[in-house]
């Protein structure tokens, strides 16, 4: 497995590399972690390239570095990788135009591959570009949490992430270390996927495992309980515990309601639909606009999508 | 890429295409030439690429220039000849002595000197970090300056704490005091930034007025003196710092001074090439031109072999001196077609019903319409366009051209609100220690503490030189 993780230097942001370290270390998954520098416009290129040259020559490091090595720092205390032991300074260390990228490449204490990616540009592409040329299985975008105004501003770069990427996303919002796991059922094959998934992950960290099934009618309070059975069934056959619920209401409404801010929540990209194979659903896409809990969209890798979806 | 990916990524030149070959098409409005029509029509499509920026900047140059001569406005030769003057040699020049005096490392000495003198307090640094950049980027432009600049901003930050979360504030008034003190100051002399140039140029092409290195710093130059205290004292109470005392951070920039030794012999010749230049600015450059002038400088430069050719070549932004070039093209042409006039006829008729006339209201209310402009594209464009409209305004309404000249230039300077609209503040963002919402909280005072003053010294001072 490959998990990306994306830093803007926020508290966040990482709380979420916390997370993604421990995820890495004990599943022994390669890592990248990505910060995106704005793009430079064209006018006032050759100024900022001297403000660049004469920060060199002040020895101090190019603007997002230093969040880069933050997240050395915090992947060092979860274990996942080793304080070097040269004490050259970090800046020389990273080496230029790796796959488009500034890039520093250390490796995990059990042989994994964990690199950190300075990228420029438009944030939204250059993380879906990471993506694509790393191959991850795994993109963890950061969000703050719903408070006052800035629910309103903020999270459009982990929505837009969540929405057009390849591979499965976290967005890890409000998240912290003893979250446990809710998978979410509807009976279709890719949430059959996305608890197996979910399940694993949840073994590895050592959380509680829930499944949840929301029925969207009193009627169809059958239908639900059989489908967390099956799902238990799946995972009883793993080996893993799990408890499960079913209620009853508008499923993303129930499914917040359940997880409030301590689960994390694992679905499927698209529901059961297979018409909006290339866009969330609206489930899941409400659960990460209104939930306060960290959300893991379940996707199966598809090919190489065009990223002109995207306005530059 | 398909092909409807590249319309949407290049949508503004359809769209300015389109709009151009609409006012090509309409009949031409009462007051304007056939011609004219044409010049106007090339105007607004070269204003909407100047905003939306559908193509780099000295792009829209070259487009100015090719429609320029496709469409009949002048010879090829007489574009070409609109496009290099001596205004625009002086921009070249210019560009160049900044990257020989950027290229001698002052700025770690600047740094110290300036905290020798201002001490430990934060108040008193920003104080000093103001003065010195608009001081530096009243001679050698307020880009040079900032980028100079900026590593003794992010220094005395790192060194005062490693954790940017820690200094949020400090950071903001650390950097933004380098950035405004560098933005208030372009103006102070005509080499303070390329817009002036412009200016120049209009008065000597359009209107006959020569206006000399000195004579403008006496008239400009005031203002920065009074906004200099005003916008320390703003930014200290919009961003009160977490800490205010930087002893640590000087004591670690003293020790890496230390270690640069003395100034080398080619240092103090670079200065001494300047200062001569500068004087040369200001006593002999009404006989042989300031953009003369500022080659004989850079002829210097490289005769001592202070300065390659390769670092003028690698670090003068070419595309900056196309950009003025098909400014003060465009703005030529506006005035020899009657385009200039029409406009100013329209827009006095415009603003007749609110009883704004001449005098100083008029020059509010371009003062005004000239803060706009620049917050939504870049300063040369702005008063490369507006100029030749504001000062036939000022012809038609009895005005003087200079104080009309004068607050043009001067108030595409107040671009604090924005990012994007001032090198200097796109420099201090790419730092990556501000958010955008950093500017607007600062800038909005100081944006109308600087109209204020403007109106103050529009009204006083220049009455008093007889403007």
């Known amino acids: ?312 | 890429m398909s092909f409807a990916s590249w319309l949407k990524k290049r949508k503004w030149i359809v769209i300015g295409l389109l709009v151009g070959a609409i006012l090509l098409s309409i009949p031409v409005p009462a007051g304007l030439t056939p011609i004219g029509m044409k010049a106007l029509a090339l105007v607004i499509v070269a204003f909407i690429f100047f905003i939306t920026e559908p193509i780099p900047l000295p792009g829209v140059a070259l487009f100015i220039a090719v429609s320029e001569a496709l469409l009949g406005l002048a010879k090829p030769t007489a574009v070409a000849q609109s496009f290099m003057s001596d205004s625009v040699f002086f921009i070249m020049g210019s560009l160049m002595i900044a990257t020989a005096l950027v290229k001698q490392n002052l700025d770690k000495r600047i740094a110290l000197a300036i905290v020798r003198v201002t001490g430990p307090c934060v108040d008193r640094i920003m104080l000093g970090l103001v003065s010195v950049s608009a001081l530096l980027a009243s001679f050698i432009g307020e880009h040079t300056v900032s980028a100079m600049m900026l590593p003794v901003g992010v220094s005395l930050i790192r060194f005062t704490s490693t954790d940017q979360r820690k200094v949020k504030n400090l950071s903001i008034v650390i950097l933004l005091s380098i950035a405004y003190g560098a933005m208030i100051a372009g103006i102070g002399t005509p080499s303070g930034g390329a817009r002036n140039a412009i200016m120049l140029a209009y008065w000597r092409e359009l209107f006959d007025i020569e206006m000399g290195y000195f004579s403008w710093m006496k008239i400009a130059y005031p203002i920065i003196l009074l906004e200099i205290p005003f916008i320390t004292y703003f930014l200290y109470r919009s961003f009160t710092p977490e800490v205010k005392d930087l002893s640590p951070a000087i004591e670690s920039m003293r020790l890496q001074v230390q270690e640069e030794g003395r100034m080398t012999q080619q240092s103090w010749t670079t200065i001494g090439i300047f200062l001569v230049t500068v004087l040369m600015w200001m006593t002999i450059s009404d006989k042989i031109g300031l953009g003369i002038t500022a080659l004989i400088g850079v002829l210097l430069f490289l005769v001592a072999g202070v300065v390659r050719w390769e670092d003028l070549n690698n670090n003068v932004s070419w595309g900056t001196i196309l950009i003025y070039g098909g400014a003060i093209s465009l703005g030529i042409m506006m005035k020899r077609t009657g385009v200039a006039e029409w406009l100013s006829l329209s827009l006095l008729e415009w603003l007749e019903p609110t009883g704004i006339k001449s005098g100083i209201p008029l020059l509010a209310a371009m003062s005004v319409i000239t803060i706009v402009f620049a917050s939504i594209m870049t300063s040369g464009p702005t008063v490369g366009l507006l100029g030749p409209i504001t000062l036939n305004v000022a012809s038609l309404s009895g005005t003087s051209l200079m104080a009309a000249g004068f607050v043009t230039v001067i108030s595409s300077s107040f671009v604090y609100l924005t990012a994007v609209a001032s090198p200097a503040c796109n420099i201090m963002y790419g730092s990556g220690y501000l958010k955008r919402s950093d500017f607007v909280k600062a800038g909005w005072k100081l944006t109308l503490i600087s109209f204020l003053l403007l109106l103050l010294i529009c009204g006083g001072y220049w009455s008093l030189l007889g403007l």
């Open chain 1, 1 to 312: 497995m490959k998990v990306l993780m994306c830093t803007d230097g926020e508290e966040y942001a990482e709380a979420a590399i916390q997370f993604g370290g421990r995820l890495a270390k004990e599943m022994n998954a390669d890592v990248g972690v990505v910060h995106v520098r704005p793009p430079i416009a064209p006018s006032t290129r050759v100024q900022l390239m001297t403000a660049r040259k004469k920060l060199g020559e002040w020895d101090l490091d190019l603007p997002g570095v230093d969040y880069l090595a933050r997240a050395n720092k915090i992947l060092t205390k979860v274990g996942l990788t080793k304080v070097r032991a040269s004490k050259g300074r970090r800046s020389h260390t990273f080496r230029k135009g790796v796959d488009g990228a500034t890039e520093l490449q250390l490796e995990g204490i059990h042989g994994e591959n964990v690199r950190f990616r300075l990228r420029e540009g438009n944030v939204v592409d250059e993380i879906l570009e990471e993506a694509n040329r790393g191959n991850y299985d795994l993109i963890i975008v950061s969000s703050r949490g719903h408070k006052g105004l800035s629910r309103y501003f903020v999270g459009s770069t982990a929505l837009r992430v969540a929405d057009l990427a390849a591979c499965s996303v976290l967005i890890a919002k409000n998240i912290r270390e003893d979250d446990n796991f809710l998978l979410c059922t509807d009976g279709s094959p890719l949430a059959e996927k996305a608890e197996i998934k979910g399940a694993e992950m949840a073994r590895a960290l050592g959380a509680k495992v829930t499944i949840l099934s929301v029925a969207e009618e009193e009627t169809g309070r059958k239908g639900a309980v059989r489908m967390a059975r099956r799902a238990e069934m799946i995972l009883g056959q793993m080996g893993i515990e799990a408890t499960q619920k079913v209620r009853v209401g508008r499923p993303s409404e129930e499914i917040i309601d359940e997880a409030l801010d301590h689960d994390i929540v694992v679905m499927g990209a698209s529901g059961s639909s297979t018409v909006k194979k290339f866009f969330l659903g609206s489930v899941p896409l409400k659960v990460i606009e209104y939930g306060e809990c960290p959300v893991l969209i379940f996707r199966e890798k598809r090919g190489k999508i065009s990223l002109d979806i995207n306005t530059a």
